[in-house]
């Protein structure tokens, strides 16, 4: 095997990182797609506010994983141009993409012996996958080199937590997350699940609370719990076209954890919002266990 061979560190749109974000980012990312009243788009294609706008009128939007045929053609570029591929994929307890990059990761190393390629389930989702990468990727820019970033990786996936709410049930119930009677019950009394990602990587409800505010509130409620003596001067916030409940949480963070914390607010995108649906609000931080 070569010898300080450079490498492209890889993740796909789950991570739901804004463009500004991913412009000064050098990450390359793979994009998932969904299907919705018949046509077929890939992550990105249609934009946030159209895509939420009909949400709400009623389209129903199904999403699709990425096939290895599509991870292989894109990592074989990459290794026939003489760089080494570590991934960062979306959470195997929620699509089946992740292993469709280790089948494409397999074929590859049986073609190109020199070649490394590492393929690591992040048990991350929207964001929470996105902080972790954006946390990966300053340890690139800062030297590491691809089993280091790895290492880190894998020992720091299961301390990236993640607190959300939903404010229509419906969404989550078409995903078998929450009953059709839990749903239509807490839809006549406001009550507002809080879930979150567990060490599986799959979505898990936490309680609920009455009100929206009361749901809000509990996020940060919840972050408090969590971090620890984690370091978190960035923190992320995902929201399905909910800008000012986005913008509500994030000076409850600044006031209870500090001004200088950082604060970046991105929309959840189509494949995550396709399950969570408009009104989703979710907080991302470093913390002891999720």
Partial sequence: MAENRPY????????????????????SIVKLSFEMNGKNYCDGDMSMETFYKKLREGAVSKTAQIPPSTYEEVFEKEV??????????????????????????????????EAKIICIDSLCASTGEGLLLY?????KKGGMDIDELAKWIEATKLHLCHVFTVDDLKFLRRGGRVSATAA???TLLGIKPLLHVDNEGHLIPLGKVRGRNQSLNKLVDMMEERVG?????????????????????????????????????CYTGTVIGSHSGPGTLALFFMGEER
């Avoid at 591929?85 to 073609?111: P, Q, V």
């Fill in 135 to 139: 946390k990966a990727d300053e340890k």
């Fill in 80 to 113: 026939q141009a003489g760089y080494d591929i570590l991934y960062l994929g979306f959470s195997s307890g929620l699509s089946g993409s992740f292993n469709s990059s280790c089948i494409a990761r397999d074929n590859l190393m049986e073609k190109y012996p």
């Fill in 184 to 186: 239509f019950a807490g």
């Fill in 229 to 265: 003596g984690w370091e978190n001067s960035v923190v992320m916030i995902c929201h399905g076209d909910t800008l000012k409940d986005a913008e509500y949480v994030e000076r409850l963070v600044k006031e209870r954890f500090g001004k200088q914390t950082e604060v970046k607010i």
């Fill in 8 to 27: 492209k560190l890889y993740s796909d749109s789950t991570a739901d990182l804004s463009e500004e974000l991913l412009h000064d980012m050098d990450v």
